[in-house]
C-alpha cells in the first residue's frame, strides 16, 4: 500500500506517497511507516462502516432474516399456484409433480445493497403454460389475497414491466412476472443460458434483464464485500448531493451499480477507501459522451442518445436507460469533482467522512425557485396524479432549460401544511443571474397539456410558480436532501373499480379470481 525507496545509498527514509497503482493521494504524506498506513486505511474503512450503520443504511441481523424468510414463503407460495394452474391445464399428475416456478431477486437487495426501509424486487419465472393475464394476476393473486401476512395488494398490469406490489409481513415487495417456454422452471435456473431464453415475449425479457444484469455484476466483480461497500457509500453519496432520482434525470440505481462495478474490475487490488478513491478521481475527469462499458465489446460509433452512456451488464450493446439532460448532467459533473476533492485527502488525520455526505445545500446555491404544487381533493387520488406528473417531469425539465438555460431539480418531495387538501410540493433551483425570466405561465401551459395526453385516472391540481428562497417552507431550507427515487407510479385502492369474476379458460366452469371490469387494466399505471 505504500513505498519506501530502499535503494537510497543512505538509506534515507523518503516521504511516503501511497503508490499502489490502485490507490495514490495528489501529494506526499509525512514520512510514515508502511504499517502506519494500512492501520489508517482500516480506521478509515471502520469508520465508514460505522457511519453507514448510523444512518440505518445496513439492516440489522432480524432484518436479514425477516427479509429472508418472506423470500421462502414466496418461493413456496409461487410452487403451489403453479402446480395449480397445472391441474387446471389438466396435466398428469406426473407432470403436476414435475413442474416447477421461482422467485429471483434483483434491484438493491439482490446485489446486497438495501438499507432498513428497502423494499424487495422479486422475479416471479414461470413455464410456457402460465400466463400472465389469467394465472399470474388472477390465480396467483388471489391465492396472495388469501394470505394473513399480505396486505395492501394492488396490481400495474398496463406498465413497461406489469407487476404486483403487496406488503408481505410489512415487507414491500414488487413482484413482476416473467415467462420462459419451458415446462419447469427450477430454483437454480440459469436465466444467463442464451437457450433458456429463446423465445420468450418482449415483457419477459424486460421483466429478465433486471435480475441478469444483477447476476452478470456479482460475477464480474473481483470482491463481493469490497463492491457493496463502496456502492452502499455511493448511493447515499447522490441522494445526499441530490444526484439520485432517475424520474428527473439523475443516477438511478442500476447507474451506479454499474459505475462501482467498473471501478471494482478496473482496480481489482484496490483497499475499499482507494476503491472511493479511484471513482470520483476517474469520473471527474472521464470524456463523456465515451460510453462505460463493463466488458470488452467494441463500442458503437454513435453513442450521442445519452450524454452519459453507460453500457447495461448484459454483453451487448444495450445501454442503461437514462434521462439525463444538459443541467442534470452539469450537477452530476461538478458532484463527482466535489468528490473528488473532498476524498483524496481521505488517508489525511483530520479527514471526516460527514464533509463528503454534506446535504446539498440548495438555498445556497439557488436564490430563485421554481415551484411545482400538485393538489387532489382525497388522499386515495393523490399516488395517481402525483406519479403520473413525475413520470413526464423529464419535459418540464427540459422546456425550463429552453426557456431559461439551466435548472437545478431537487427530487426532494414537500408537503404544504397551509393547504387543506392533500399536496405534494417540488421546488427545483433556477439558475442564478436569469432573474428575468418570469414567463412562468407559458411553461405552465405547455406542461398541462403534455400531461392531459393519455391520462385516464382524475386531473387533480397542478400549479407552477417562481419562488424566492426567502418562502421557501422551514423543511425546504434544512438544506437536507433525503433524495429516495420513487418508483414512478402508483394505483388506485381496489374499492374504485369494479370486479367481476373469472373462470378458467381450461376448466370453464373453475372458478380462479376477480379482475377488474375494465378490461385494459386492472390498475392504470402513471407511466412506469
Known sequence: MAYVNHNNKHNQQQPVCVINPNFHLVRPLIPLNPSFLLHMEEERIQSLIQFMLGEGLVPSKEEELKRKDVILKLKQIVMEWIKRVAWQRGYSREQIHNTSATILTYGSYGLGVHGSDS?????????????????????????????????????????????????????????????????????????????????????????????????????????????????????????????????????????????????????????????????????????????????????????????????????????????????????????????????????????????LFEPFPYTKKHKRFVRIFVATTNQNQLGDWVGWIKSRFRSLLLKLEEVQGHCDPNPTEYIDVDEASPNVVFYWGLQPGRSSFTDIQSVEKYFRNYISNGYRGYMGRLDISIVESSQLPKDAQSEYVTGKESNGYWTYPCYIQPRIPIFSHYLPHYFVGYAAANSAADYPSAGF
Request: hydrophobic letters at 45%; charged letters at 20%.
Open 119 to 355: 423494499d424487495i424486487d422479486a422475479l416471479c419465472i414461470g413455464p410456457c403454460f402460465a400466463s400472465m393475464d389469467e394465472d399470474f394476476f388472477i390465480v396467483l393473486r388471489q391465492m396472495l389475497e388469501t394470505r394473513p401476512e399480505v396486505s395492501d395488494l394492488l396490481c400495474v398490469k398496463d406498465s413497461k414491466i406489469p407487476l404486483m406490489r403487496f406488503k408481505y409481513d410489512g415487507i414491500s415487495v414488487d413482484l413482476p412476472y416473467a415467462q420462459l417456454q419451458v415446462m419447469s422452471v427450477p430454483d437454480n435456473v440459469d436465466i444467463l443460458n442464451p437457450f433458456i431464453l429463446a423465445n420468450i415475449d418482449e415483457t419477459s425479457w424486460k421483466c429478465l434483464s433486471g435480475v441478469r444484469a444483477n447476476m452478470q455484476i456479482l460475477q464480474l466483480v473481483p470482491n463481493l464485500e469490497k463492491f457493496q461497500l463502496v456502492l452502499r457509500c455511493l448511493k447515499l453519496w447522490a441522494r445526499r448531493r441530490g444526484v439520485y432520482c432517475n424520474l428527473v434525470g439523475f443516477f438511478g440505481g442500476i447507474h451506479l451499480a454499474v459505475l462501482t462495478a467498473f471501478i471494482c474490475c478496473r482496480f481489482p487490488n484496490a483497499s475499499g477507501t482507494a476503491l472511493i478513491l479511484k471513482f470520483f478521481e476517474t469520473f471527474a475527469y472521464w470524456l463523456w459522451p465515451t460510453p462505460v462499458m463493463l466488458q470488452d465489446i467494441i463500442p458503437p460509433m454513435n453513442t450521442e442518445h445519452s450524454l452519459m452512456p453507460i453500457q447495461f451488464p448484459s454483453g451487448t450493446l444495450e445501454f442503461c436507460r437514462s434521462n439525463f439532460t444538459k443541467s442534470t448532467f452539469q450537477k452530476i459533473r461538478i458532484e463527482f469533482l466535489r468528490g473528488h476533492t473532498m476524498t483524496r485527502e481521505i488517508l489525511r488525520p483530520d479527514f471526516e467522512w460527514s464533509s
